[in-house]
């Protein structure tokens, strides 16, 4: 019969261990299937944690991360293929497949699912849902708080110039949009959003030409052609740009909320600059 200073110590780590979380709240094989997740749990992961991203992160037209996408396995976010790579937790975007996440939660997978960030003020709320979701809650907050004191450390314009996002089929970004935000942030209005945009859409080249903004921002086109790139060669585009200032952009600092997103920021800051403003 073990003697009463064994059993008090028994009861103590009994205790202690109960107290304690379970090692495997914590998981070990993660499979992020959205670009902006990917990048969120490349940033945030321990060594080894992390084993596969979506294909888009490998994208330098669309991913900010591509040298540290390639020590993980690609995937294309179906539900067969991330199962067999046995996974204990699944990021996803709240606009992935609902068929492919009910799958894989059917399969008894844990899937935790990140919001699409609009603001500026949502990036930090990324960052720490997914640093809690992969147990690196201290490594979180770092990165959080660094992004929250170089945000605030970034100056603000009094005058604020025009600025019109134009993408390929006209598409333009209006209220409601991270886009917006980083061009309020540096110090542009935003013409999307004055002709009533909100969230994406597209605005008619008419439109584009009589708000006749200062600065037109575009982005890198994908190699090829396509026809939802001509109206980016029409002649009343390029006569406004030959007045207006251009800023080719690589979307992918401002497709996710993401730290990265800064460099999206003082891109169009170093724009405004060359305007002479």
Same mark, same amino acid.
């Given at each position: 019969?073990?003697?009463?200073?064994?059993?008090? !110590?028994v009861?103590?780590?009994?205790? *202690?261990?109960g107290?304690?979380?379970?090692?495997?709240?914590?998981?070990?094989?993660?499979?992020?299937?959205?670009?902006?997740?990917? #990048? *969120?749990?490349?940033m945030?992961?321990?060594?080894?944690?992390?084993?596969s991203?979506? =294909?888009?992160?490998?994208?330098?037209?669309?991913?900010?991360?591509?040298?540290?996408?390639?020590?993980?396995?690609?995937?294309?976010?179906?539900?067969?293929?991330?199962?067999?790579? #046995?996974?204990?937790?699944?990021?996803?975007?709240?606009?992935?497949?609902?068929? %492919? !996440?009910?799958?894989?939660?059917? !399969?008894?997978?844990?899937?935790?699912?990140?919001?699409?960030?609009?603001?500026?003020?949502?990036?930090?709320?990324?960052?720490?849902?997914?640093? %809690?979701a *992969?147990?690196?809650?201290?490594? $979180?907050?770092?990165?959080?708080?660094?992004?929250?004191?170089? !945000?605030?450390?970034?100056?603000?314009?009094?005058?604020?110039? %025009?600025? $019109?996002?134009?993408?390929?089929?006209?598409?333009?970004?209006?209220?409601?949009?991270?886009?917006?935000?980083?061009?309020?942030?540096?110090?542009?209005?935003?013409?999307?959003?004055?002709?009533?945009?909100?969230?994406?859409?597209t605005?008619?080249?008419?439109?584009?030409?009589?708000?006749?903004?200062?600065?037109?921002?575009?982005? %890198?086109?994908?190699?090829?052609?396509?026809?939802?790139?001509?109206?980016?060669? =029409?002649?009343?585009?390029s006569?406004?740009?030959?007045?207006?200032?251009?800023?080719?952009?690589?979307?992918?600092?401002?497709?996710?909320?993401?730290? =990265?997103?800064?460099?999206?920021? #003082?891109?169009?800051? #170093?724009?405004?600059?060359?305007?002479?403003?």
């Amino acid at each position: 019969m073990p003697s009463s200073s064994a059993f008090a !110590l028994v009861l103590a780590l009994t205790v *202690l261990v109960g107290a304690m979380p379970a090692a495997a709240d914590v998981p070990r094989r993660v499979v992020s299937i959205n670009l902006c997740t990917d #990048q *969120l749990a490349m940033m945030l992961a321990a060594p080894g944690q992390l084993i596969s991203v979506s =294909h888009l992160a490998f994208d330098p037209l669309s991913s900010s991360m591509v040298d540290e996408a390639a020590a993980f396995v690609p995937n294309r976010g179906g539900a067969e293929q991330v199962f067999l790579m #046995q996974p204990d937790l699944v990021l996803a975007s709240t606009y992935t497949s609902r068929a %492919t !996440l009910d799958l894989l939660r059917g !399969l008894g997978v844990r899937v935790v699912q990140v919001p699409i960030v609009n603001s500026l003020s949502e990036v930090t709320q990324g960052i720490r849902q997914v640093g %809690t979701a *992969l147990g690196r809650e201290a490594v $979180a907050e770092r990165l959080a708080s660094g992004f929250e004191a170089d !945000l605030a450390a970034l100056s603000r314009p009094d005058r604020r110039a %025009t600025a $019109a996002m134009y993408y390929p089929n006209g598409y333009t970004s209006g209220e409601g949009t991270l886009s917006n935000e980083v061009l309020d942030y540096a110090g542009f209005r935003n013409i999307g959003a004055e002709a009533g945009l909100t969230g994406g859409g597209t605005l008619p080249l008419e439109r584009l030409v009589m708000a006749a903004p200062e600065l037109i921002v575009t982005s %890198t086109p994908y190699p090829g052609a396509s026809r939802s790139e001509e109206i980016l060669q =029409h002649p009343a585009l390029s006569a406004l740009k030959s007045v207006a200032g251009v800023a080719r952009v690589n979307d992918a600092d401002w497709v996710c909320g993401t730290p =990265h997103v800064l460099r999206a920021i #003082q891109q169009m800051v #170093q724009a405004r600059k060359e305007l002479g403003q």
